[in-house]
């Protein structure tokens, strides 16, 4: 009796919270779960007739997607099955999967090591910073997971994008093997380049994230985006256009847009450089790409760091944290490209 007091309380909860459109997503699941419908409760509460609820087979939690394939909620999931064992008790997955939820894997994250193979496992595994993958640069085919994608790792620290802060909370990390960069003799950032055996490896599995968590381009970024104040990886030599063009991973601008922009901006950038009210609308427009600048109109070390970050990442060719026309017609292009929704 308890149970099936419980069975109506649930299948009213169930019809007064979803839509009919979610209702209707129910019914594309493989393996069929059928609630009576709402006169035959409605029927049940007046005593008339007893409620029944069939779940034959119901589909699997974890694996089955009941919600509109097309948007980015729904509740396919390919990673580790976590579930409740209290004593004396049984916990069933498999009939009520709720629509109402989401991934927590809404960005990817991607970070240089600055250290070689091993030292690079030693530190990853045995310290306090982590990540859920590491590519190394062995030649082989392997890649190795260290955290459960279901877990938090400990690779973005203090970070933001657009409206998002601590993106460890909502991240997969990938470390990829590299040396990082060495100061040359007048002080400049010298990099060092990825082999082409990494890169094929970086482009399989962040497609492979990518894809089953349906990460938008806008949320696939250096770590150097997301703190530009305190980091460089993965540096002006991780191809990202390469990345965008040969796998669509990430964002990258259209070129005629670029030039259009770049026409414009060549008419008065250096006349206007350091007018405040110019700072402000390229810090404005900075942060609402998604950095988390601050705007105050003036080239203070913050605005900088931030350009260098997003040169890095945009502009290779040029990483110095200057401003220059073709690094603003980039920052202007994208952002007409990959607006906030
Ligand atoms: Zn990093």
């Not at 649930?10 to 419908?37: A, D, E, G, H, Y």
Request: overall charge positive; some cysteine; hydrophobic content about 35%.
């Amino acid at each position: 009796m308890r149970k099936t007091l419980y069975i109506i309380g649930l299948s009213f909860f169930v019809f007064s919270c979803t839509s009919q459109k979610s209702v209707k997503q129910n019914t594309s699941r493989t393996n069929k779960q059928v609630i009576q419908p709402k006169t035959t409760i409605a029927k049940a509460n007046n005593e008339k007739q007893k409620p029944q609820i069939t779940h034959d087979g119901g589909s699997e939690f974890f694996t089955t997607n009941i919600a509109d394939a097309t948007k980015n909620n729904n509740t396919i999931s390919y990673g580790s099955i976590v579930s409740a064992k209290p004593a004396g008790y049984k916990v069933v997955k498999t009939y009520f999967p709720a629509v109402g939820q989401n991934f927590r894997q809404r960005y990817l994250i991607l970070h240089y090591t600055a250290l070689p193979d091993d030292k690079s496992i030693t530190v990853l595994t045995q310290q306090e910073v982590s990540a859920h993958y590491l590519v190394n640069n062995t030649g082989d085919n392997e890649i190795y997971q260290l955290v459960d994608e279901n877990k938090r790792a400990y690779h973005a620290g203090v970070s933001s994008w657009r409206s998002d802060k601590n993106l460890n909370d909502t991240s997969i990390g990938i470390e990829i093997v590299n040396a990082g960069f060495r100061a040359d003799s007048t002080g400049s950032r010298v990099f060092a380049a990825f082999s082409d055996d990494q890169m094929k490896k970086v482009a399989a599995l962040a497609k492979d994230i990518i894809t089953r968590y349906q990460i938008p381009p806008t949320n696939v970024l250096s770590h150097s985006d997301i703190a530009p104040t305190r980091k460089q990886d993965p540096g002006p030599l991780f191809p990202w256009k390469k990345l965008y063009d040969e796998y669509q991973i990430g964002m990258w601008y259209d070129e005629a847009t670029k030039q259009t922009f770049f026409e414009q901006a060549q008419l008065d950038f250096t006349t206007k450089y350091n007018e405040p009210s110019f700072i402000f609308l390229i810090q404005t427009t900075l942060q609402k790409f998604g950095y988390g600048v601050e705007l105050n109109g003036a080239w203070d070390d913050t605005t900088k760091k931030t350009i260098e970050a997003f040169q890095y990442h945009f502009r290779p060719q040029k990483y110095d944290g200057v401003m220059d026309a073709e690094t603003w017609a980039i920052l202007q292009a994208l952002n007409q490209k990959y607006p906030i929704k």
